[in-house]
């Protein structure tokens, strides 16, 4: 049985003002007449879950108090009671802050229901600590009227605030905008330290980003405005917010002034995300910021290219697809991450969906897709290592020195290199034969020269002797494995997928590997150099289509690997006689069957 929220409500205050309860769940159906309350209205519901709540901490509030007393209460059968008036104010105020946070918007507030709950209620910092609104108010100027009273109340009470624009009518943009403005408004004496404002759907709004309102927020330490469109004062806003450690921007189009004249002095950042559906403009003068940490930057980003375009960003479309057409696109300059010296994180993306280039991290050295960021792993005495791991993307003509030259933040080794490569790259390693030494995980994805692949590959494995993890991916091998990977020692992984290799031949690589993918290569048969691979505990193999199916007699070399704990592979059909053998010879074996059908 469902009953109006109002109705609740009046039961609820005539509920929780009682003197004493004995269950506050079962007292709730007794004076509602709410037979199934998880199935009534949301707010009853979410009411009567936070009641369940409520009645444990008040019986346990209740037996600690009997406990230190050593009276034994009295209680009618059926169960204990204790006072609601022995809730001490803070025990009240984590209840009601959890009550609220599950709340229905437009419900009557806990204040309703007496002067010590409404005093508690707008006290409890966890209520309105991290604090959200959705504008323009649903109810009209006079809900948001409401709503605005209710923050000025609790404004030495906020520190965070989110604001998202709600989806309706276009005529609502204009509402939404200044109710926001008047929020920010309200909270400029608040010690507000991060925003958040989310007008994905329409440009954000001119008199809330202007220097008189976001710039008035003096004390915010972490901001994020999305939009289809920034105002012309939001540059002039954010010199005005000086203690900025955390700034995330995403538009369809970053200015130049923004970019060159606004970022550069916001010397406290620590961290920088920039996001644009077009270009975005030279990032050279961001060297100022010598505290950066992390700095993350995407460009042809689809996420605001569904709404209607403006007239001057058509135009500015239009200028970069024809000096690309021209061979005139410059890359995205930015200071070497190596230059910034307390810089952990470093990535950047451009997709190409409408407009293809890539960054530039030094001079030369154009990258189209990179990521270069500091991880942890745990080390032989259980201390923690810091490293470098580097993912990047390059058309081969830069030199593979001078672009880990440019990424790599001295001190620090470089254990794990992600190459996807267009075309050759340098053979000639002696110049990175350092930053190579420490090495432990290497991938080369895409490689399509399979003589430079070797020559490269070879050099870079003669100068990494701490590698443990190989994965090359689309990498033509011509069948076989070449010299210098059939002769590796000291590999814990080896992944060779879509390699076009045929067999698998015995070598010293095998000995020591834990795990090995094999997938969607042009094997015939499972290698039988695999019974020499003893301690293997995870194996992939399989090839495209229908090229290889397991056959009772390779169900030897199986059976020659004591440590093997899971099988992945295309080859073998679920429910055949092949599968029902190998589970009845090695039961605790994990059989994952996968489909290979165009891989590669």
Same mark, same amino acid.
């Not at 006689?577 to 010879?585: D, E, G, H, N, T």
């Given at each position: 049985?469902?009953?109006?929220?109002?109705?609740?409500?009046?039961?609820?205050?005539?509920?929780?003002?009682?003197?004493?309860?004995?269950?506050?769940?079962?007292?709730?159906?007794?004076?509602?007449?709410?037979?199934?309350?998880?199935?009534?209205?949301?707010?009853?519901?979410?009411?009567?879950?936070?009641?369940?709540?409520?009645?444990?901490?008040?019986?346990?509030?209740?037996?600690?108090?009997?406990?230190?007393?050593?009276?034994?209460?009295?209680?009618?059968?059926?169960?204990?009671?204790?006072?609601?008036?022995?809730?001490?104010?803070?025990?009240?105020?984590?209840?009601?802050?959890?009550?609220?946070?599950?709340?229905?918007?437009?419900?009557?507030?806990?204040?309703?229901?007496?002067?010590?709950?409404?005093?508690?209620?707008?006290?409890?910092?966890?209520?309105?600590?991290?604090?959200?609104?959705?504008?323009?108010?649903?109810?009209?100027?006079?809900?948001?009227?409401?709503?605005?009273?209710?923050?000025?109340?609790?404004?030495?009470?906020?520190?965070?605030?989110?604001?998202?624009?709600?989806?309706?009518?276009?005529?609502?943009?204009?509402?939404?905008?200044?109710?926001?403005?008047?929020?920010?408004?309200?909270?400029?004496?608040?010690?507000?330290?991060?925003?958040?404002?989310?007008?994905?759907?329409?440009?954000?709004?001119?008199?809330?980003?202007?220097?008189?309102?976001?710039?008035?927020?003096?004390?915010?330490?972490?901001?994020?405005?999305?939009?289809?469109?920034?105002?012309?004062?939001?540059?002039?806003?954010?010199?005005?917010?000086?203690?900025?450690?955390?700034?995330?921007?995403?538009?369809?189009?970053?200015?130049?002034?923004?970019?060159?004249?606004?970022?550069?002095?916001?010397?406290?950042?620590?961290?920088?995300?920039?996001?644009?559906?077009?270009?975005?403009?030279?990032?050279?003068?961001?060297?100022?910021?010598?505290?950066?940490?992390?700095?993350?930057?995407?460009?042809?980003?689809?996420?605001?290219?569904?709404?209607?375009?403006?007239?001057?960003?058509?135009?500015?479309?239009?200028?970069?697809?024809?000096?690309?057409?021209?061979?005139?696109?410059?890359?995205?300059?930015?200071?070497?991450?190596?230059?910034?010296?307390?810089?952990?994180?470093?990535?950047?993306?451009?997709?190409?969906?409408?407009?293809?280039?890539?960054?530039?991290?030094?001079?030369?050295?154009?990258?189209?897709?990179?990521?270069?960021?500091?991880?942890?792993?745990?080390?032989?005495?259980?201390?923690?290592?810091?490293?470098?791991?580097?993912?990047?993307?390059?058309?081969?003509?830069?030199?593979?020195?001078?672009?880990?030259?440019?990424?790599?933040?001295?001190?620090?080794?470089?254990?794990?290199?992600?190459?996807?490569?267009?075309?050759?790259?340098?053979?000639?390693?002696?110049?990175?034969?350092?930053?190579?030494?420490?090495?432990?995980?290497?991938?080369?994805?895409?490689?399509?020269?399979?003589?430079?692949?070797?020559?490269?590959?070879? #050099?870079? =494995?003669?100068? /990494?002797? %701490? $590698? &443990?993890? @190989?994965?090359?991916?689309?990498?033509?091998? *011509?069948?076989? !494995?070449?010299?210098?990977?059939?002769?590796?020692?000291?590999?814990?992984?080896?992944?060779?997928?879509?390699?076009?290799?045929?067999?698998?031949?015995?070598?010293?690589?095998?000995?020591?590997?834990?795990?090995?993918?094999?997938?969607?290569?042009?094997?015939?048969?499972?290698? #039988?150099? =695999?019974?020499? /691979?003893? %301690? $293997? &505990?995870? @194996?992939?193999?399989?090839?495209?289509?229908? *090229?290889?199916? !397991?056959?009772?007699?390779?169900?030897?070399?199986?059976?020659?690997?004591?440590?093997?704990?899971?099988?992945?592979?295309?080859?073998?059909?679920?429910?055949?006689?092949?599968?029902?053998?190998?589970?009845?010879?090695?039961?605790?074996?994990?059989?994952?069957?996968?489909?290979?059908?165009? =891989?590669?």
């Amino acid at each position: 049985m469902a009953v109006e929220d109002a109705q609740v409500a009046g039961h609820v205050k005539a509920l929780l003002g009682a003197r004493h309860v004995l269950s506050l769940p079962t007292y709730f159906l007794h004076a509602t007449g709410i037979s199934q309350p998880l199935r009534g209205t949301t707010w009853c519901r979410r009411l009567f879950l936070g009641l369940d709540f409520a009645g444990t901490a008040i019986t346990s509030v209740g037996s600690m108090k009997t406990r230190r007393s050593g009276r034994k209460a009295s209680a009618p059968s059926g169960g204990s009671i204790t006072s609601i008036d022995m809730l001490p104010d803070g025990v009240l105020g984590c209840i009601l802050a959890m009550v609220w946070k599950m709340k229905s918007p437009g419900v009557a507030t806990p204040a309703l229901v007496s002067r010590r709950w409404r005093r508690v209620f707008f006290s409890e910092p966890g209520i309105w600590q991290s604090t959200s609104t959705v504008l323009p108010n649903r109810s009209g100027p006079a809900g948001f009227k409401v709503e605005q009273g209710m923050l000025r109340r609790v404004a030495p009470l906020v520190h965070s605030l989110t604001a998202t624009q709600r989806d309706g009518p276009e005529g609502l943009a204009a509402s939404a905008g200044e109710q926001l403005a008047a929020t920010l408004r309200v909270l400029r004496a608040a010690p507000l330290d991060r925003l958040v404002v989310d007008w994905s759907r329409d440009g954000l709004p001119r008199q809330a980003c202007s220097p008189s309102c976001l710039g008035q927020l003096s004390g915010l330490s972490q901001l994020s405005l999305r939009g289809v469109r920034l105002p012309e004062g939001a540059s002039q806003s954010l010199l005005q917010l000086s203690w900025l450690e955390d700034l995330a921007i995403g538009a369809r189009l970053i200015t130049r002034a923004l970019a060159e004249h606004a970022l550069p002095q916001l010397t406290l950042l620590t961290r920088l995300r920039l996001e644009s559906s077009l270009l975005l403009p030279s990032l050279a003068s961001l060297s100022t910021l010598r505290r950066l940490r992390d700095l993350t930057l995407m460009e042809d980003s689809d996420e605001f290219f569904w709404l209607p375009w403006l007239e001057e960003e058509q135009l500015v479309v239009f200028q970069h697809r024809q000096r690309a057409a021209e061979g005139q696109l410059r890359p995205l300059v930015v200071p070497p991450p190596a230059a910034l010296p307390n810089l952990s994180s470093f990535y950047f993306d451009n997709p190409g969906q409408f407009l293809q280039r890539g960054v530039q991290v030094a001079p030369g050295v154009e990258l189209e897709f990179c990521r270069c960021e500091q991880q942890q792993r745990a080390g032989e005495g259980g201390d923690a290592v810091v490293f470098q791991a580097v993912h990047m993307t390059w058309d081969g003509t830069a030199s593979l020195a001078a672009a880990l030259e440019a990424l790599l933040r001295p001190g620090l080794p470089l254990e794990e290199l992600s190459l996807h490569c267009r075309r050759a790259f340098d053979k000639q390693l002696e110049a990175c034969a350092a930053a190579l030494a420490p090495l432990r995980v290497l991938h080369i994805t895409g490689h399509s020269h399979r003589d430079c692949l070797e020559e490269s590959a070879a #050099a870079m =494995l003669a100068r /990494a002797p %701490a $590698l &443990r993890s @190989l994965h090359l991916m689309e990498c033509p091998l *011509g069948g076989g !494995l070449p010299p210098w990977l059939v002769q590796r020692r000291g590999l814990d992984r080896l992944v060779l997928q879509c390699c076009g290799i045929t067999d698998l031949p015995p070598g010293p690589y095998l000995q020591g590997l834990t795990k090995l993918n094999v997938l969607g290569n042009s094997l015939a048969r499972l290698p #039988a150099a =695999l019974t020499a /691979a003893t %301690a $293997l &505990r995870h @194996l992939a193999v399989g090839s495209r289509s229908e *090229g290889l199916r !397991l056959l009772p007699e390779d169900l030897e070399v199986l059976y020659a690997l004591p440590h093997l704990e899971q099988l992945t592979t295309s080859a073998l059909k679920p429910g055949s006689r092949v599968a029902r053998a190998l589970r009845r010879a090695r039961p605790q074996l994990v059989v994952a069957h996968i489909w290979l059908d165009g =891989l590669g």
